[in-house]
Structures are given as C-alpha cells and as structure tokens.
C-alpha cells in the first residue's frame, strides 16, 4: 500500500519565506509522488500560530491554487509547540511530518525518512551534521544544553530539534499525553516504537528573521529541563547539605583559634561573605522550587493548548 503523507509546517510571521517554502515543498511532493513513494493524496498542511502580518491570507491564496495545499489558523498565538501539536493531531496520513517554514531543515531528505518508516521505524529524527551554520554563542549554549539534559536524565535526541517524521501509532500515542507545558523534542522520544535517524546539513535562513530571540530560547530551553527532570529540586537538597558542612568546619575552625591560637581573625568580611553566600543559596532554591509550583499550577488548570478559528 503506498503511503498518504502528510507535512505539517507551523508559522508564525513567515510572509516572506512561505511562497518558496510551499514551492518547494510542493516540488517534494510531486516527486515522491511521481516515483511512488507516496500517494497521491499526500498534502502539506500549514499551521497559522497567530500571525499578524499576511501569512494567513497567503496560506489561504495556496489552498485555492492548490489542492494539496491545507491551513489551519489558530485563534490566537499559542507558541511553536502547540501550533505543531495542531498540525499534529489535525492533518490526517498514514505518516507526519513537521518542519518549520524558514527552509533550513534540508527537505530532500524527507524521501529518506519515508523510505526508513517503511521498513519499520515509526519514528524518524532529523538530526544536523554539524552547527557551522551558527555563531559561536548559539553554538557553544547549544551543546552545552544537550549535554546538560543528557546529565540530568532527560532522554534527547542530540542536535534534533522539530524536523522529524511521525507514523499514526506515534501520533496516536503522543496524544495520551495531556500536559500544557510542552516540550516534544522531550515528549516523542517517550513513546518508543522502532526509531531511525537521518543526518543533514542546515542552511541559512531564506528570508524573514528568527522566531526564537534570546529570551524565548531561554524559556524553552527551561521547559526543556523543567518538564522532564526533578534533578534541579534533587540539587537544593545537595547544595543544602554543602552549606551544612562548610558551616562545620568554619564552627571547628574558630573554636580551634580561640582555644589553640587565643585569636580569631576579627573583622566583618566573612560575616558578610556568609551571609550574601546563604541568601544566594535561599533565593535560587526559592526560584527553583517557584518554577515547578509555575509548572503543577498550569497543570492543574487543564486550559485547551489552542483553539482552531478556521481551516482551509
């Protein structure tokens, strides 16, 4: 049986990129289509999360031109996650798979996840060769990141980030999980099935700027570590403990020079030092055990990831 595949493409501001994204995308399809590795009724399905600038109205233009052409307009902007969570669970396929709209994710290898999906793996990572691509900072920040969740237990796929293919057991199963604070890159590599991975180089951007600034990669990157690992609150207890034993032994050290030297070293400095040093500790077990109690709270709200306001 030849395989629908569905390409679930979230956007948000992509005026600019999403008529080549959707050309070549459509080239794509009609090529795999062409050699039968896909059926005929295979489509690619974008995701509006909210946008204001046209990118709507464009999506729209495609749907009429042509039938393989789908959108789906979130009623407000929910964020990348949940606007790929509705592509998700809104596309219909044998087989899904999501990229994101800026054309740096290499699109030719998606024949190669088909293929790997056929012979078993109901999941397919697309992983990067290498990070040439970014400056040294995102670089540097990156790789400590994926080493930091690896440490603290967090089961990830190194240098993945969205650009993955998802068979309908997957899709099926990722909708068990009902939590609001998503992080999928986390999520997906729960579900187990078989796996497969294919490697790629990332180009630049084609057009448009960065939706991921600074201050939403740090947010994401907290989720990241957040939603899938209790290590942090494990760390206060440790930190808690470290304090508790220099405390000791600056306790042994001054009954030593009062008793053994008849002189403490007077002065104010290490009072102080103390002081701002336990505060500090107080306040970030503070925040720490404050971003989880953030966590449960939202949790138990149980609000809707998105609301759907139209679909083409």
């Not at 603290?152 to 990722?174: K, S, W």
Request: charge should be positive; aromatic fraction near 10%.
């Amino acid at each position: 049986m030849v395989l629908q595949l569905g390409i679930v493409v979230p956007c948000y501001n992509e005026q600019e990129v999403l008529r080549e994204t959707a050309t070549r995308l459509l080239a794509l399809i009609d090529q795999m289509v062409a050699t039968d590795l896909i059926s005929a009724d295979s489509a690619i399905y974008f995701v509006d999360d909210g946008s204001k600038d046209k990118t709507w109205s464009i999506i729209e233009q495609l749907a009429g031109q042509n039938t393989r052409f789908h959108g789906i307009k979130l009623s407000r902007n929910r964020g990348h996650q949940n606007a790929l969570l509705a592509g998700l669970f809104g596309a219909p396929g044998d087989a899904l798979v999501s990229i994101d709209a800026d054309l740096q994710d290499d699109i030719s290898v998606i024949a190669d996840m088909v293929r790997k999906h056929k012979q078993g793996a109901e999941i397919v990572f697309g992983v990067r060769k290498a990070r040439a691509t970014d400056t040294a900072f995102k670089r540097g920040t990156a790789e400590f990141y994926y080493r930091l969740l690896s440490r603290i237990g967090v089961e990830i796929v190194h240098n993945h980030a969205d650009f993955r293919l998802l068979g309908r057991r997957a899709i099926d199963c990722l909708g068990s999980y009902s939590e609001v604070n998503l992080f999928l890159r986390g999520m997906i590599p729960l579900i187990g099935f078989p796996t497969d991975t294919v490697y790629y180089d990332r180009g630049e951007r084609f057009a448009g700027e960065s939706k991921y600034p600074l201050r939403k990669m740090l947010s994401f990157a907290l989720d990241g570590i957040t939603s899938f690992s209790v290590m942090p609150l494990r760390m206060i207890s440790v930190m808690g403990l470290i304090v508790c034993v220099l405390s000791f032994f600056m306790i042994a050290w001054i009954i030593y020079g009062k008793l053994f030297l008849s002189s403490v070293i007077p002065g104010w400095a290490s009072s102080i030092v103390a002081i701002f040093f336990l505060g500090g500790v107080q306040l970030l077990s503070i925040g720490i055990l404050g971003e989880y109690i953030a966590k449960v709270y939202l949790e138990t709200k149980r609000r809707p990831r998105y609301f759907i306001e139209k679909a083409v």
